[in-house]
Nanobody, 128 residues
C-alpha cells in the first residue's frame, strides 16, 4: 500500500518561500511511469494542480504558477519537495501530494480521479 505524507510549516509570512515535503512509503518515486504531483485547494475553491515530477526526474508546472514554483526530489529519502516563492494570502490552501500512474496532460492534471494515491493534505496559511 502506497502512502504519501505531507510535512512543512502551517504558517508562512507574505513574500516568503513556502516549502513542503512529501514522504512516500510503500513504493518508490523512481518507479516506472509514475508522476508525483502537488495539488492545492484554497478555501471554497476547487483543486488546483501546481506541478509534478516524474519517475525520471522531469518536472512539469502549471503555467499560472511556473514562475514561482519549483519541485525537486531526494531519491535516497523517497521524498519530493515543493517550493513556492513570493507567497501572498491567496496562496492559503490545503496542499496535497498525489501520485498518478501515467503521464497527464492539460486539465487532466487537476482531475481527482487522475490520481490513485493522495496524502491527507496539510493546511498552509499565509499571514503576517
Amino acid at each position: 500500500q502506497v502512502q504519501l505524507q505531507e510535512s512543512g510549516p502551517g504558517l508562512v509570512k507574505p513574500s516568503q518561500i513556502l516549502s513542503l515535503t512529501c514522504t512516500v512509503s510503500g513504493g518508490s518515486i523512481t518507479g516506472y511511469n509514475y508522476y508525483w504531483s502537488w495539488i492545492r485547494q484554497p478555501p471554497g475553491k476547487g483543486l488546483e494542480w501546481m506541478g509534478a515530477i516524474s519517475y525520471s526526474g522531469s518536472t512539469y508546472y502549471s503555467p499560472s504558477l511556473e514562475s514561482r514554483t519549483s519541485i525537486s526530489r531526494d531519491t535516497s529519502k523517497n521524498q519530493f519537495t515543493l517550493q513556492l516563492s513570493s507567497v501572498t494570502p491567496e496562496d492559503t490552501a490545503v496542499y496535497y501530494c498525489a501520485r498518478s500512474p501515467r503521464r497527464l496532460y492539460g486539465s487532466s492534471w487537476s482531475v481527482k480521479s487522475s490520481y490513485d494515491y493522495w496524502g491527507q493534505g496539510t493546511q498552509v496559511t499565509v499571514s503576517s
